[in-house]
């Protein structure tokens, strides 16, 4: 309630400076009656699934334009966050990353065991999953890999292609412990493996612990079922861990007293330390924020107001508060952030700015309720070796602002 | 918190007697692999906007069953309220409603003007309006002719047909009280008027009041630009309050000192009352509920656990609270409600029940934070003429359950 106050006062002090805009189409409004109220429109068919309008067809999931695959099945496509307001991403423009492609999956034929150290083993048909209490929760969802190609210098011109990696989804499903527990596990059981039913058998070890406090066993998103790329009929969704522990297309659950040590935990998905040595089973994603609008590749259309607006997000809970440079990070100030906050999930964050038409680089900077405080580039390089495409790039992200008004990414520049 | 350990202990009581669902194929799991695993999957393309699996396809807004138009543009189409969990409905199932089909309109051409009682009128083009600050605000969204076909007796078969006209949307836009006071608010001004851009330029007056409290002007939904149905470029949204007032294809905003008395507020829009009379300007969404599974046309599949789901929503507030009957309405157990809980939003509720195989008469009743009470039917007529195709039926939806499981529409009857 506070904060609504508080963001009332915030219109009333930026409305003014928003009039700079409106007023050059302003005036005495002419009110010509347009076209469309002059012959009907389209009219409803017997059943449909809508999609968006013509004039948004730019609006898509894209390919990276900085790494170009020789092969299509491991592949990724990208969200478009300069394009998406709110905590949600519609589930046309949910990022995809599988390893070979997507798979066609009819649900009457599929089944999800659970086997290993568990009393009884059980395979699960669609139906009979759907019987079982369910919860739907938001939670963000982010590729290891994003941002991997832009830590020391720009590759990527626009957020879609530095951070679409992620999107924002409310996932149904039914608690994994619900169905372990339905199985009975074994007091040896302390690893948790998950394998998709894809042709690359794409699999992950959990430890059990985390699978019994969060961990989800999928079948709806966004008020619909999985799509395709999204791993229908069925797939884990492990809270706030890196996207690719929650594997799509789910064919069983096996429970051991030890990881697996698969090709996806020691040649894949391990980051680079110092002296050469390699960090394994590092699946939280840690505090991380960027602005979406102004972002790279956007122009500004002369000095007056904008509002500046990204994500913020942690695997690690929720978001405490994000704050917003200007000035490449000499000085901060706090943006508002909008409710309703939710652990482990997008926050959307706003803060008005009057451009005055001179150069700026735009920043901000996350802190989530274990008061984590998202670090730049170089405070992550005093831990960890920075070489190539590493993973689990949570720095700051700037942007520059010329006096053109153009808008780029200027990470390793500010 | 205290709901979420409840919400465990659920889960802990429940699960055993879900097993029962499960035990028809259980067993020691075999795991052959399965064709999906034996070859690569679909590739990405370059850029895509995707589309729900062809698995999915008998999900649909569908138009009505029982009440067939001779012409096509004063349509609605309704949401499958029976496949959608959770509290969002994806947009391509979002429902729709008007008048005169659905217009094409080039958002570069759109102009929105404000005018009337104000300081100085002004009209925005759609690269002006999505300047200012915005807000993302979770609403319901209904329309008050929900259930107008099922109020004494059944005529609908299933729950998109009785409750349909109702989706969940994370609207994105600027407060209209924004937009008003940059063109400055004349002190007379007291009723303000929304007008389409649509062939039925369809248009209604709300007070000021409202307007100022929580009216948006809205250019996005669930993460994306309004779907052409839904409005685009731009349309209102009243929250809370019945879905025609959120007038789409918004063409003006015009201020007055008195409401209009249009068509749609004399002719349309107005409820029956006892001895002949009218009740105009019934626009908030009083509290109601209904239960989305097991549902009308739905078949249980013998004995066993069954979870209880489904919706409830007040124009007025939160949900305080959902009680669910298994008998008709002689007893009554509170309901699991799902966090978060929002302002004038779908609230999903939940309740396990183990069919014992007898008839059975489900029914749920909601409570709003202003410590409204769903009510019967049958209460409502003490207040209220209901004859013919009456709006605003908020009264308790009974779904009947036979021995064979088939679950069949029981609104008059229990």
């Not at 939670?139 to 830590?151: A, K, M, Q």
């Not at 590759?155 to 339905?182: C, D, F, I, K, N």
Request: hydrophobic fraction near 40%; aromatic fraction near 8%.
């Amino acid at each position: 309630m506070a904060k609504n106050s508080g963001r009332r006062d915030f219109f009333r002090k930026t409305a003014a400076l928003a009039g700079g805009a409106v007023a050059a189409s302003a005036g005495a409004a002419p009110l010509p009656v347009p076209p469309s109220a002059q012959e009907p429109g389209r009219p409803i068919p017997e059943a449909m699934y809508g999609m968006p309008s013509k004039y948004e067809a730019h609006v898509a999931r894209r390919r990276s334009d900085v790494l170009k695959n020789r092969q299509n099945w491991s592949d990724w496509s990208m969200t478009p966050l300069q394009h998406q307001p709110g905590i949600i991403t519609p589930n046309g423009l949910v990022f995809e990353r599988h390893h070979a492609g997507t798979p066609d999956i009819d649900p009457a034929k599929h089944r999800l065991a659970i086997h290993g150290l568990v009393k009884q083993p059980l395979a699960f048909a669609m139906d009979d999953l759907v019987r079982y209490p369910s919860v739907s929760r938001f939670h963000f969802h982010e590729c290891s890999g994003n941002g991997l190609t832009d830590w020391l210098k720009p590759a990527s011109s626009t957020v879609q292609q530095t951070h679409g990696l992620l999107s924002g989804v409310l996932w149904t499903g039914v608690p994994a412990a619900t169905l372990l527990e339905e199985a009975g596990i074994d007091p040896r059981g302390k690893w948790v493996l998950f394998e998709g039913a894809d042709a690359s058998a794409h699999a992950r070890s959990i430890p059990m612990e985390k699978v019994l406090d969060d961990a989800l066993i999928v079948y709806a998103m966004n008020g619909e079922r999985l799509r395709p790329e999204n791993g229908y009929p069925v797939r884990a969704v492990i809270p706030g861990w890196e996207g690719n522990v929650s594997v799509k297309w789910l064919r069983r659950i096996k429970v051991s007293d030890q990881p697996w040590h698969l090709r996806s935990e020691t040649a894949r998905y391990t980051d680079p330390m110092p002296e050469g040595k390699w960090r394994q089973f590092s699946m939280v994603m840690e505090c991380k924020s960027v602005i979406t609008s102004p972002s790279g590749g956007q122009q500004l259309k002369g000095p007056g107001f904008y509002e500046i607006t990204g994500l913020a997000w942690s695997g690690a809970g929720r978001i405490r508060a994000v704050d917003v440079s200007l000035d490449g990070g000499r000085n901060w100030r706090e943006a508002m952030v909008e409710e309703p906050i939710m652990d482990k999930c997008l926050t959307r964050f706003k803060v008005g700015w009057t451009w005055d038409g001179a150069p700026a680089v735009l920043m901000s900077r996350a802190v989530d309720s274990t008061g984590y405080v998202q670090p730049a580039v170089q405070e992550i390089q005093k831990a960890r070796a920075i070489a190539g495409f590493v993973q689990h790039h949570n720095g700051i992200q700037p942007w520059s602002v010329n006096a053109k008004g153009e808008v780029r990414n200027a990470i390793g520049q500010a």
